[in-house]
């Protein structure tokens, strides 16, 4: 499984008057750091999308650490912390490149449902992916 970090080089757009980024791009980072993850290990959102499987957000969390600035490069490691088939949670890191400071850590967990928002089990519907998450997990 690949697990290499998401690299983020921080938009003047993400700042806010003082040039720190705004707490809710954070949020934004999390979501880009997963696609990246699961599109760099072949099952990305566009491919469990036309699998007719979607994964909406339960919930997300954050906690701020210090301070990202603008033209700051920032690695985002992203880990499945628990997986039952049915739901994930999954853990983010966000460190300075330069320094390795931590400058934000967060969670988000999802769920599978079908085209018409039923939920399903990825065990039953997509062993592919199912066995993918399995590798992928902190706690097997």
């Known amino acids: 499984m690949i697990n290499k970090p998401y690299r983020h080089l921080v938009q003047y757009y993400e700042t ?11 949020i934004r980072w999390f979501e880009e750091a997963r696609s990246y993850m699961l599109e760099a290990n072949g ?3 566009k491919k469990m999308e036309e699998c007719g499987i979607i994964s909406p957000v339960l919930s997300v969390q954050a906690q701020y650490k210090s301070m ?15 997986y039952n088939g ?10 300075d490149e330069k320094t390795g400071e931590i400058r934000c850590t967060g969670e988000s967990q999802h769920c599978f449902l079908d ?8 065990k039953r519907e997509l062993p592919e992916l199912n066995q993918m998450f ?3 997990t902190d706690n097997k």
């Open 134 to 136: 399995i590798e992928m």
């Open 115 to 122: 085209s018409n928002g039923h939920p399903i089990s990825i």
């Open 16 to 26: 806010d008057q003082m040039g720190i980024v705004h707490h809710s791009n954070y």
């Open 43 to 45: 099952f990305g959102y």
């Open 86 to 95: 049915i739901k994930i949670t999954i853990e983010y890191t966000v460190k």
């Open 68 to 82: 990202t600035h603008y033209y700051d490069t920032v690695l985002i490691e992203v880990n499945i912390i628990k």
